[in-house]
């Protein structure tokens, strides 16, 4: 069973598949370059390690960022492909057009993402 997307959906899906092309070759080239990184790593003094180390941080960071954005763009498009795409995911309301063409990966409305952000703030 297909579901029939309307025009709007695909403008998303196509936008969303298009950010999932950049983040995984983001991915794959941060991959590279800790690649390179590591196999660089020969003798060095203490500031060398150091500084390789912060580097590989930096690196390690940027990848989970890339690795979770990645995988809420791959939500979002099974959320188009099967109907579920464009309602928040905490009270249900369908999340305005606006705001999925500036984050088509939004699982909230801005209502519940506000509420969200002030209750990991009391913390």
């Known amino acids: 069973m297909s579901y029939d997307m309307t025009p709007f959906e695909k403008e998303m899906e196509q936008k969303l598949?298009?950010?999932?092309?950049?983040?995984?070759s983001k991915i794959n080239k941060t991959d590279n370059d800790f690649r390179d990184v590591v196999g660089a790593m020969g003798i060095k003094d203490s500031i060398d390690l150091a500084t390789d180390d912060m580097a590989t941080k930096k690196m390690e960071?940027?990848?989970?960022?890339?690795?979770?954005r990645l995988k809420a763009v791959e939500q979002a498009l099974s959320r188009v492909r099967n109907g579920k795409y464009g309602y928040c995911a905490k009270c249900g309301k369908?999340?305005?057009?606006?705001?999925?063409?500036?984050?088509?990966?939004?699982?909230?409305?801005?209502?519940?993402?506000?509420?969200?952000?002030?209750?990991?703030?009391?913390?």
């Open 61 to 68: 960071a940027v990848s989970q960022i890339d690795a979770n």
């Open 94 to 123: 369908k999340i305005p057009e606006e705001r999925l063409r500036a984050v088509p990966y939004a699982l909230l409305c801005m209502s519940c993402k506000t509420e969200d952000e002030r209750n990991k703030n009391r913390r």
């Open 17 to 24: 598949v298009e950010m999932q092309a950049v983040i995984k």
